[in-house]
């Protein structure tokens, strides 16, 4: 299994609901990510968990909050978001060495109304 | 500081050869990765340096000067596919990847 998966690939929530998002690899890496993404802009880093403790926050505000429950396990909780939040969402994982590159989902699409 | 730059666009023919430009200032530096992302999809690894020199993967290649804080990545015999973006982003500590803007190319037949 080389491939990491993202769930759902598409969500639209209002300003007030709770959402999660998911994201799940089983190559066995010990680092994933989170990045936010907007239309024709590079992705921006959010969090990174490395062997499933918190190791990067990208100065993020808290209605995005971030749990790794396990190695393959990425969830984001959403609360309370703001139109400007809507964008792609991104997962990555990568080896926990400084030599390997990140394994990207194919992101979950959000909209905020 | 963290700063990367790209070219925003570049336009080639079918079966060229192009070479896409980054510059990078970064607080620290464990390697220069280059991605390719199709229009709404996901970012796809192309190619690592962390050495100088020049580093070959079949139709791709990238090359990294460390001293001068520049890398490029050359796509050869180009093909409708190439029609993407490219990202090139640095590992600067850690875990840490920060992505220069993208350059968008366009392959014409």
């Known amino acids: 299994d080389t491939e990491v998966t993202q769930t759902p690939k598409h969500l639209v929530m209002g300003m007030t609901n709770k959402k999660s998002l998911k994201c799940e690899q089983h190559m066995g890496h010990r680092a994933m990510y989170w990045y936010k993404q907007k239309a024709k802009k590079p992705p921006e880093l959010m969090f990174v968990?490395?062997?499933?403790?918190?190791?990067i926050n990208e100065s993020v505000p808290s209605r995005f909050s971030p749990e790794c429950p396990n190695s393959s396990l990425l969830n984001l909780h959403l609360h309370a978001l703001q139109p400007e939040d809507s964008a792609l969402y991104l997962c990555?994982?990568?080896?926990?060495?400084?030599?390997?590159?990140?394994?990207f989902g194919p992101g979950t699409r959000l909209t905020v109304t | 500081g963290q700063n990367i730059d790209q070219p925003t666009e570049m336009t080639a023919t079918e079966g060229a050869i192009v070479q896409i430009n980054c510059t990078y200032q970064?607080?620290?530096?464990?390697?220069l990765f280059w991605y390719q992302q199709h229009a709404g999809e996901a970012p796809t690894f192309l190619s690592y340096?962390?050495?100088?020199g020049l580093e070959e993967k079949g139709r791709f290649s990238s090359f990294l000067s460390r001293s001068k804080g520049y890398s490029y990545l050359l796509l050869k015999e180009l093909q409708m596919k190439d029609s993407a973006s490219y990202l090139c982003?640095?590992?600067?500590?850690?875990?840490?990847?920060?992505f220069g803007p993208g350059t968008r190319l366009s392959v014409l037949p």
């Open positions: 340096n962390v050495l100088d």
């Open positions: 982003a640095v590992r600067n500590y850690g875990q840490n990847f920060v």
């Open positions: 970064t607080s620290g530096f464990n390697g």
């Open positions: 968990y490395s062997y499933e403790k918190l190791s």
């Open positions: 990555a994982s990568s080896p926990n060495g400084v030599s390997y590159e990140q394994y």
